[in-house]
Nanobody, 121 residues
């Protein structure tokens, strides 16, 4: 069984930084891509950033220049370094990954339970 578990959320002042981590565990053959989404109260879940196994990254406009996504393929872990945080970044942040559990199987979409990020003075 595959699981994604996020960590690193918390309360931070505007202008501060946080680093989120998401580790995938279980019977994993490959993971591609991995990414982050977020959902603010009363809003729909939105995409934040994605990284492929080869290291190619894409960011939502709201994240460009402030957030950096990275991954450690050996640890099946993806990170999100968030700098210059704003109150509007307050949300539950979810890890997402397309994981293949066997050589002959197609990828399946997995989600973590989420980690709360609150930006407030």
């Amino acid at each position: 069984q595959v699981q994604l578990v996020e960590s690193g959320g918390g309360l931070v002042q505007p202008g501060g930084s946080l680093r989120l981590s998401c580790a995938a565990s279980g019977s994993i053959f490959s993971i591609n891509p991995m990414g982050w989404y977020r959902q603010a109260p009363g809003k729909q879940r939105e995409w934040v950033a994605t990284i492929t196994s080869g290291g190619r990254t894409n960011y939502a406009d709201s994240a460009k220049g402030r957030f950096t996504i990275s991954r450690d393929n050996a640890k099946n872990t993806v990170y999100l370094q968030m700098n210059s945080l704003k109150p509007e970044d307050t949300a539950v942040y979810y890890c997402n990954a397309y994981i293949t559990t066997g050589f002959a199987q197609g990828p399946r979409d997995y989600w973590g339970p989420g980690t709360q990020v609150t930006v407030s003075s």
